[in-house]
């Protein structure tokens, strides 16, 4: 084996160095010692460094080194388990335990491994050394049904996507029942992450954020929660004027990005159009905010869908799974019966039910023999439609008057749509 380079050399004992300095800065307030710190990580880095040299194919004076270490380690253990901390309690933590093992086997991993390996670990030991009180704060603040959520995403992501063929099982339609099932995993991820933020981030609880992060999640259910609400409270109608807008304009960015990740050169196809009509939301959304007159007690809004439940119910994932299937059959059988229009006639009626499913076939190639440009104006077509079906609900459920404005500016994104797409060649 060859003599190791300079730079590992260096990487090692500056990452000891590292950890051993966060390691007495976090213990410095504490009265009794802890073995370890800025001198005995870097000796024991170069020891566990040395052994590994001695014998790089089979680690047996490296082993050796461990045993040695864990033995003296489990000694002071015990010592230690003797020792209250300051609730009074035993001081059973393995924290201390755990870093000198890691100093000690940075020597190899820094010797032996890509350097960032050596780095990453090194740094996250240290994050989560000084992160030990906001991270004890957050296990706190969690909720059982928050683990039980992160554990249903987990099977969603990293069990049954793995297992799912990658091959067509039917000849109706060139999608896989892995695309299929990915197809579900990104836009649960969406929703997650605005599950998240509602909970966990503060501004989230308040004002237009709680109607972005509604669009980021589902845009149609927030219309339908805003107009209700508008109906029931003449304070809260600026709100939801606003908020109604406001979700509709992230919908155009949330449907960019779900294109992006299957298909980026439709994705580049759509940027300039969907950003466009995004951006026309948002603006309109900001001057229905400002422009009306806020009432003496404004209400807060109440959150939107996603934070009231699980955004990760695998019943509802198996329900879109189906859906996302039936539309994959259902686009080729109206592409070979009827051409482009029939997309853009199947576009038009889908719009007024879940379009993700729709899209995501299109963004797949769940369609064959379509231009880009044509899925394109689909997908337009589709949001314009959603739109107009948003319109019907923001006037309906909020009694005609409380959200017209928001009702007039979803039919204007709608027209816009249309617009673009007889621009683009579409029709």
């Known amino acids: 084996m060859s003599a190791p380079s300079p730079t590992s ?20 307030h504490t009265g009794s010692r802890r ?21 790089p194919a089979h680690f047996i004076p490296f082993t050796g080194g461990l045993l040695v270490l864990g033995a003296w380690l489990v000694v002071y253990y015990q010592s230690h388990l003797r020792e209250h901390d300051e609730q009074g309690e035993r001081d059973v933590g393995v924290v201390v335990l755990v870093l000198n093992v890691h100093a000690y086997l940075l020597g190899a991993v820094a010797l032996a491994l890509p ?72 836009v649960c991820a969406l929703s997650y992450a605005s599950y998240l933020a509602q909970r966990f981030w503060a501004p989230a609880a308040s004002g237009l954020w709680m109607a972005a992060l509604g669009g980021l999640y589902s ?37 960019l990005v779900i294109v992006a990740v299957f298909n980026f ?40 869908p996603s934070a009231g439940g699980n955004p990760l119910q695998l019943g509802a994932a198996a329900a879109f799974s189906v859906l996302f299937i039936l539309t994959s059959l259902l686009s080729t059988w109206v592409k070979s019966e009827f051409g482009i229009a029939g997309i853009y006639s199947l576009a038009a009626i889908v719009g007024i039910t879940d379009i993700d499913p729709f899209v995501l076939n299109l963004a797949q190639g769940g369609t064959s023999g379509v231009s880009d440009t044509a899925l394109a104006a689909a997908i337009l077509i589709a949001a314009s439609s959603n739109n107009i079906l948003k319109a019907a609900y923001a006037a309906g459920f909020a009694g005609g008057h409380a959200t017209a404005g928001s009702a007039l500016a979803l039919v204007l994104l709608a027209i816009a749509g249309v617009a673009i797409v007889i621009a683009m060649g579409g029709f």
Not at 157 to 164: A, Q, S
Not at 229 to 254: D, K
Not at 276 to 302: F, N, R
């Open 9 to 28: 050399v260096g990487l090692l004992l500056g990452l000891s160095f590292f950890l051993g300095l966060a390691f007495e800065d976090f213990f410095a």
């Open 115 to 186: 350097h960032w390996i050596a780095v990453a670990t090194t740094v996250s030991s240290v994050l989560l050394l000084t992160g030990r009180e906001p991270l004890h704060n957050l296990a706190r603040r969690v909720d059982v049904k928050e683990v039980i959520t992160a554990g249903q995403f987990l099977i969603l992501t990293g069990i049954i996507l793995p297992l799912l063929p990658s091959e067509p099982v039917t000849t109706l339609t060139s999608i896989t029942p892995r695309q299929a099932w990915l197809a579900l995993v990104v």
């Open 35 to 55: 073995p370890g710190g800025i001198r005995t990580f870097p000796m024991l880095a170069l020891a566990g460094g040395v052994l590994y040299l001695f014998d």
């Open 219 to 255: 845009s149609t259910a927030t219309t339908v929660v805003l107009a209700r609400q508008a109906r029931g409270e003449f304070a809260f109608r600026r709100f939801a004027q606003a908020g109604i807008t406001l979700a509709t304009g992230i919908m155009y960015l949330r449907i």
């Open 265 to 304: 050169t439709l994705a580049r196809r759509l940027a300039l159009p969907l950003c466009g009509l995004s951006l026309a939301g948002m603006l309109i959304s900001a001057l229905q905010y400002w422009l009306s007159k806020p009432t003496l007690h404004e209400p807060q809004p109440s959150p939107p």
